[in-house]
């Protein structure tokens, strides 16, 4: 009553197979008159199997990288958060590292700052002209 009824079982085709094409470079070997050997007219390359220093560079390299996108974009809220816990205790660093995180989660440079500390010493006259 409650069982499932079977299911009906397709038959698998085999696909067909397509025809083989030798490459051109292939040549009946000429010098014996019985066998119908091939022989290659290209020297082949020979693959060189990555050993185990590369394989374990390649994938530190991967994992750094992740590594260093995820501290990108973490780092800055920690920053933040450790100057909110310390802002209590002590005002200027508190301060400091909080302004800090969000500067930088703003994408914010020290070049940036530099040139905006410039402007206001240009604004208030504070820069002697050298000229």
Known sequence: ?????????????????????LPENLVLDVGSKDSKSLAVKSVTKKRVKPNRQEILEVENSELVSNIEKISRIASPYFIAIVGLSL????????????????????????RDVADLLEWIKDFFGLIDEEE
Do not use: C, H, W
């Open 87 to 110: 802002y209590k205790d002590n005002f200027f660093f508190g301060s400091t590292l909080i302004a800090v995180g969000i500067l930088s989660l703003l994408k914010v440079s020290a």
């Open 1 to 21: 009553m409650f069982s499932k009824s079977p299911r009906e079982s397709t038959q698998m085709q085999t696909p067909s197979i397509p025809e083989l094409k």
